[in-house]
């Protein structure tokens, strides 16, 4: 057991946990990123509902939702730590540990403030369908997440966590990961959607686009696109973005820290002194 608030304490064990030999790429990095990103990206700004306030995954309502699938990995992964500091709420735990996952895999560092607090009940959780499907294209890309309050920029940064990880038939019907080293925080994703000839996946599954790695026998393992990744190439506001992300790594990762340090503060309240009150959220005046 730690002294409450040794956050120094808990991302060094955030980070013990991080190699996983045999799951996926050796790295549990990948899937604690989507976790930060699910926790948070149930925002609606309109309402002032979801985020990463509460975890609510942590009960059925949500952490059961087919976008969530696969998400429990990343969850029994911090339980470790979750056990040896056990002051710390998941949902903070939860969104600190995407932000250290992702400086490990050489990102960048990005804003983290604690002060999240844990729904003690199911009552309040987000309802489903406000995560996007990767079947479809720009329109629902700019619905879902102006939903949340971004603008095209921030859509383009956003989607660059591309770069890491990969798709799982078994928990959203896509496969593959978008780049050839999946656990390394780079702008390679964009660089990929505009050089390689992306060509629809010959198979049963979902459509998606898939394409040979630069100098790669025909053993290799494909590297993929979601139709929504695609999208971001085929719109002419989003594309600019693209270009100019493929070009510029630092540029990347100036926009990607600001944008992910605002998507895990959605519907987190401070004071002045910049601790979150439960009592001013929302999400606690049960008004839904
Ligand atoms: Fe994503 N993502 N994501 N994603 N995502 C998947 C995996 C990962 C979409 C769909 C999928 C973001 C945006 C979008 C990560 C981070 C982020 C998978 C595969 C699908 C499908 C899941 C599986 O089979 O295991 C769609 C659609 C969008 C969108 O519309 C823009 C954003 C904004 C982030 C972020 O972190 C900021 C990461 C990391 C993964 C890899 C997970 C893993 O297990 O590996």
């Given at each position: 057991m ?21 799951y996926?790429?050796?790295s549990?990095?990948?899937?604690l ?15 002032d509902?979801?985020?990463s ?8 309502a949500e952490?059961g939702?087919?976008?969530?699938a ?27 540990a995407g ?12 804003q983290?403030?604690?002060g ?6 199911d ?48 928990r ?23 050089k ?28 993929m ?38 998507l ?16 001013k ?6 008004s839904?």
């Amino acid at each position: 057991m730690s002294q409450p608030g040794d956050f120094e304490g808990v991302r060094k064990d955030i980070i013990a946990i991080l190699k996983q030999k045999g799951y996926d790429d050796g790295s549990a990095g990948p899937v604690l990123v989507r976790l930060a990103w699910h926790a948070s990206g149930t925002y609606c700004k309109e309402s002032d509902t979801g985020g990463s306030n509460g975890a609510g995954m942590r009960y059925e309502a949500e952490g059961g939702d087919p976008a969530n699938a696969g998400l429990q990995h990343a969850r029994v992964f911090l339980e470790p730590v979750k056990d040896k500091h056990k002051w710390i709420t998941y949902a903070d735990l939860w969104t600190l540990a995407g932000v250290v996952a992702i400086k490990a895999m050489g990102g960048p560092d990005i804003q983290w403030k604690p002060g999240r607090t844990d729904f003690a009940d199911d009552s309040r959780l987000p309802p489903r369908g406000r995560l996007p499907d990767a079947s479809q294209a720009s329109d629902h890309l700019r619905h879902i997440f102006y939903r949340m309050g971004f603008n095209d920029q921030e859509i383009v940064a956003l989607s660059g966590a591309h770069n890491l990880g990969r798709c799982h038939v078994d928990r959203s019907g896509f496969e593959g990961p978008w780049v050839n080293n999946p656990t390394r925080f780079s702008n390679q994703y964009y660089k990929l959607l505009l050089k390689l000839k992306w060509k629809p996946k010959k198979w049963d599954g979902n459509f998606q686009y898939v394409a040979k790695p630069p100098g790669a026998d025909e053993e290799d393992e494909d590297l993929m696109m979601l139709p929504t990744d695609y999208a971001l190439i085929q719109d002419e506001a989003f594309r600019p973005w693209v270009e100019r992300y493929a070009e510029d790594q630092d540029l990347f990762f100036s926009d990607f820290a600001k944008v992910f340090a605002k998507l895990i503060e959605l519907g987190v309240y401070r004071d002045e002194d910049g601790i979150a009150r439960a009592d001013k959220m929302k999400a606690f005046k049960g008004s839904y």
